[in-house]
């Protein structure tokens, strides 16, 4: 055994230790219930301790048993590891009950291009927060609504993550909630808990039929994006609007264009 070279006793003074520990009632061995004796490690040839505790043998392994156990992981290890990792997942409610039509957003050119792309369909921008309770509450229903409403576009703003966009756009209150639908541009927005769940039912039977607007889909408010690149979170350049002459057939493409940075408008077909 590793550990009785590490002590430096003979295989007779570990038996005159045991011994006395048994006379003793050392190390917490009880004299009725335990007795211990040396054997010899059949890999090297060094002492290792057997003890029997209450009719049962208990051997303490030698230095390679020893090697072996330290070095080998449980069987049981990775398998804990995953299920911790699932259930770790399976408290992000924010994730939870998603319809197909519910779109989750990463970055600020990700909510301009969704709202550039949606053309005549109805936007709603849902901006929360994972430790707002009152975003956690209002989920679920917002889950049913875009069910009932499978022809609109949930677009959901994660604020921790896009804190910077978020402020830029004058988010100051959690849950809150924005409606867009093309050339209109922003139809209307307010802050929303389950208490005030009417308001936002209202809107959408008010806003949530279908209908063509005419033009290009607006988007955000051209201040709304001078404000995110000036801060770095939209690119110089990134198309505005995109409106289609079906005289010539070609694409007329508005970019951001900042004061003092040049910006060049491109037409391409």
């Known amino acids: 055994m590793a550990c009785s070279l590490k002590c430096n006793l ?49 051997v303490f392994p030698d230095q390679n048993d020893h090697e072996d156990s330290s070095t080998k992981a449980p069987s049981n290890f990775i398998v804990r590891s995953q299920a911790s990792i699932c259930v770790s997942r399976a408290l992000r409610w924010w994730e939870k009950t998603l319809t197909p039509n519910m779109v989750e957003i990463h970055s600020a050119q990700e909510l301009v291009h969704s709202l550039l792309n949606a053309g005549d369909k109805l936007v709603i921008v849902d901006f929360y927060s994972p430790g707002c309770g009152g975003c956690k509450s209002l989920h679920p229903k ?86 995110l690149a000036s801060m770095g979170e939209l690119p110089i350049g990134l198309p505005l609007t995109s409106t289609k002459e079906e005289s010539a057939g070609d694409f007329s493409v508005r970019s951001i264009d900042l004061p003092g940075v040049c910006s060049n408008t491109a037409v391409g077909v």
């Open 10 to 58: 003979s295989t007779s003074r570990m038996n005159e230790t045991i011994l006395n520990s048994k006379i003793a009632g050392a190390s917490g061995f009880c004299p009725s219930f335990g007795t211990a004796r040396i054997g010899e490690s059949k890999a090297n040839g060094f002492p290792i301790l057997r003890i029997d505790f209450m009719g049962k043998p208990l």
């Open 142 to 227: 917002i889950c049913q609504l875009a069910e009932s409403y499978p022809n609109a576009i949930f677009l959901k703003v994660n604020y921790e993550e896009l804190k910077i966009m978020c402020q830029a756009l004058h988010i100051h209150v959690l849950p809150f909630l924005r409606f867009y639908r093309g050339a209109e541009g922003r139809l209307c927005s307010f802050s929303c808990t389950n208490a005030t769940i009417k308001k936002f039912k209202n809107a959408l039977a008010k806003h949530g039929a279908d209908r063509c607007s005419l033009g290009p889909a607006k988007g955000l408010d051209e201040a709304e994006l001078l404000t």
